[in-house]
């Protein structure tokens, strides 16, 4: 097997270095520029919900407002994502 070349060990360090600020640049403009959480409606029906399964008796599968299938995550970390449009409400 023939030996690279000082040139081209050089090139590609070069070519692996830039790769890797590239991956590092990419995870911390993403870190930096997070998405807007969906706000839960500030209406009658949900204000001062506080527990997943309370979602879940009109998001569930049964309810009259099912999740979509297309829903990331699971049913039970509907907090995880949703934030209430009230600040002044909390979540577990």
């Known amino acids: 097997m023939k030996a690279d070349s000082p040139k081209r060990k050089l090139f590609k360090t070069l070519v692996f270095a830039a790769f890797l600020l590239a991956v590092i640049a990419a995870f911390v403009y993403v870190a930096a520029h997070p998405e807007p959480r969906p706000a839960i409606p500030d209406d009658a029906d949900h204000r ?3 527990d997943w399964q ?3 008796d009109c ?4 309810g009259v407002a099912p999740l979509p299938p297309t829903h990331p995550l699971k049913e039970d970390l509907c907090f995880r994502c949703h934030e209430p449009q009230n600040p002044q409400e909390t979540r577990p």
């Open 48 to 50: 001062g919900v506080s």
């Open 54 to 56: 309370r979602c879940l």
């Open 59 to 62: 998001h569930g599968k049964q």
